[in-house]
């Protein structure tokens, strides 16, 4: 799995953005059960999810996003999306896509197998 994260960049205060990740998966690949998750990281800061979504559907967010966030995905695409409102200097960050075989759970990053290289944040005031 082959993950390729953009649509980062800068924005002021109130403005906002969808990332985009590319997932490329190699031939053969089968895992039916699987999650999709995203992550940031601030320097100084550990890395925390933000949102996930599960091959059924299911959606979770972090409190700090909840209600101004919104994850999805473009299976014909083969494209992840966040997209993230209001953003405020909070928000500043590298974003980082991700993915894990079977059911989401909590956000634990050490929990996926996968990550993309991530796209930076940067929210001014």
């Known amino acids: 799995v082959h993950l390729v994260e953009s649509g980062g960049g800068s924005v002021q205060t109130g403005g906002s953005l969808r990332l985009s990740c590319e997932v490329s998966?190699?031939?053969?690949?089968?895992?039916?059960?699987?999650?999709m998750g995203w992550f940031r990281q601030a320097p100084g800061r550990e890395r925390e999810g933000v949102a996930s979504?599960?091959?059924?559907?299911?959606?979770r967010y972090a409190d700090s996003v909840k209600g101004r966030s919104t994850i999805s995905q473009d299976n014909a695409k083969n494209t992840l999306y966040l997209q993230i409102n209001s953003l405020t200097p909070g928000d500043t960050a590298m974003y980082y896509c991700?993915?894990?075989?079977?059911?989401?759970?909590?956000?634990?990053?050490?929990?996926?197998?996968?990550w993309g290289q991530g796209t930076q944040v940067a929210v001014s005031a």
């Open positions: 991700a993915f894990k075989p079977g059911f989401c759970g909590t956000f634990s990053p050490g929990r996926y197998t996968h």
């Open positions: 979504l599960g091959d059924d559907g299911g959606t």
């Open positions: 998966k190699a031939s053969g690949y089968a895992e039916d059960l699987y999650c």
